[in-house]
Nanobody
């Protein structure tokens, strides 16, 4: 199983980024997908989650209204559209998959997002 994140980088406050996570080696449509982030010196926190068919999403309070999680099951890819970025959004962002059956959990390697002027 592989989860490969991309799309991170340096952006100014107020800017936007779109993260992607391409999955392979699993039945993507039968996985809950999540984005986590971890800032230096802080614990990893759940940012957003999406159900297998994409009909149900949830967000951390800190990103609600600014971030949107979506998925394309035909492309085995989950996205995180991040708008109105703030310096406190700076972190390594991780893609996470949990299988419906048995609850196996997988992680990507992470992609750095830095919000700074």
């Amino acid at each position: 199983v592989q989860l490969v994140e991309s799309g991170g980088g340096l952006v100014q406050p107020g800017g936007s980024l779109r993260l992607s996570c391409a999955a392979s080696g699993l039945t993507f449509s039968r996985c809950h997908m999540r984005w986590y982030r971890q800032a230096p010196g802080k614990e990893r926190e759940l940012v957003a989650s999406i159900s297998g068919a994409g009909g149900s999403t949830n967000y951390a309070h800190s990103v609600k209204g600014r971030f949107t999680i979506s998925r394309d099951n035909a492309k085995n890819t989950v996205y995180l559209q991040m708008n109105s970025l703030k310096p406190e959004d700076t972190a390594v962002y991780y893609c996470n998959a949990i299988t419906f059956q048995f609850g196996y959990e997988y992680w990507g390697q992470g992609t750095q997002v830095t919000v700074s002027s």
